[in-house]
């Protein structure tokens, strides 16, 4: 496969680029701060709209909004996702919350990109890839074992050598890497391909709790076969961290609004699934 990167790849500049990553991350400009807010603002208020219906039909006060079920596909069975799902695990050290969320995030990602109805192109493994390591970096074995000042930095150097020496030519192992630098940017639009683009709104829906998103039979399987556990406190204390470790990042922008944007997550999706029948095992 060969293709040119988006625009904006080779910007040092450009907050998450692949020339931004080789650089280390540095810490953020005014102007780079001024636009990620602007774009966090921006992403926050597009989904006012379901944010509002799902409040009212959670009160029977609105008609839920409509979601195909579409189940759950498990991503490739390739040397590539196997070595990504073993440094996962690696650099967990045991932790599950924000683990699981990273198997969950692959899967949100797929979903949300099948109910597009595939306008798309989109490489499934690369998705994989990026979505299992596009937290790898907050762990603490992580910080002190790969470099890079910013999380998404020290995962995507993990990307590039996990797919080094799978083998993968230089413009996949870009694409991957380039979708975990800019994962954790305000806003992603389409223009850096969907790989990109699903993978940083597939975190919102499960962070942030967009469960009218999801068919809750699909959520039902998928919380069931990577439970949620006590994801808020866990990923607050990663983010903590990460602020501490890296000041004038895009988490220390938005380290303020976190709490607020997570304390729902749990129990909305425990509504969105409640009442259920128990499904097929997992």
Known sequence: MSFSLPAGSDDPQTVGSNAWASAGGPPLTLRQILAQLLAAGGAYLSGVPGELRWVLSSRGLFP?????EIGLRGPPETAAVEAAMKQLEHYAEGEREVLNHSYRTFHFADIL?????????????????AMLLHDVGIYPRAAAELPGGDFTVR???????????????????????????????????SHWGAEAYFGRLAPLVDVV????????????????????????????GYVAAEVGRHPRSRFTLYA???????????????????????????
């Open 113 to 129: 990109y099948r109910q597009h109805g595939a306008q798309m192109p989109i490489d499934r493994e690369v998705l994989a890839v």
């Open 155 to 189: 995962g995507a150097h993990l990307a590039r050598r996990i797919l080094g020496d799978a083998g993968w030519n230089r413009d996949r192992i870009n694409l991957a890497a380039q979708a975990i630098s800019l994962n954790a940017n305000g806003r992603v639009t």
């Open 209 to 236: 709790g967009q469960c009218w998103k999801i068919h809750p039979k699909d959520a039902q399987r998928l919380f069931a076969r990577y439970p949620a556990r006590d994801l808020p406190r866990s990923i607050l």
């Open 256 to 282: 303020p609004f976190f709490p607020f944007l997570v304390m729902n997550c749990e129990c909305r999706w425990h509504r969105r699934i409640a009442g259920l029948p128990p499904d097929d095992p997992v």
């Open 64 to 68: 839920e909004a409509h979601v195909d």
